[in-house]
Nanobody, 124 residues
Framework: QVQLVESGGGLVQAGGSLRLSCAAS????????MGWFRQAPGKEREFVAAIKWGGRNTYYADSVKGRFTISRDNAKNTVTVYLQMNSLKPEDTAVYYCVAGPSVTRTSEEYDYWGQGTQVTVSS
């Protein structure tokens, strides 16, 4: 059974940091691109960051570049993807979703697998 399970969300003050994790299992995710999307109340889902299967190539939305870092650990049976979020702003408040797909893209429809989401709330 394919599973992407996110953790690490929560409430933080503006300027603070959080680290999201996503554990992916149930298939060979080490060959998959993985990433993060987010959706704030009343807004469309948007791309945040993505990383290629090897971990050397990373991509970010302009709104998070320089503040967020995506990384991955390709263990044998479970791939874990991280999103280190620093200098958080109230506009970063959203539900964050982990995704996996055959290639890196900023288009949500092209990712095959999605986690259930984790809430990140940044207070001002």
């Amino acid at each position: 059974q394919v599973q992407l399970v996110e953790s690490g969300g929560g409430l933080v003050q503006a300027g603070g940091s959080l680290r999201l994790s996503c554990a992916a299992s149930g298939r060979t995710f080490s060959s998959y691109a993985m990433g993060w999307f987010r959706q704030a109340p009343g807004k469309e889902r948007e791309f945040v960051a993505a990383i290629k299967w090897g971990g050397r190539n990373t991509y970010y939305a302009d709104s998070v570049k320089g503040r967020f870092t995506i990384s991955r650990d390709n263990a044998k049976n479970t791939v874990t993807v991280y999103l280190q979020m620093n200098s958080l702003k109230p506009e970063d408040t959203a539900v964050y979703y982990c995704v996996a797909g055959p290639s890196v893209t900023r288009t949500s429809e092209e990712y095959d697998y999605w986690g259930q989401g984790t809430q990140v709330t940044v207070s001002s």
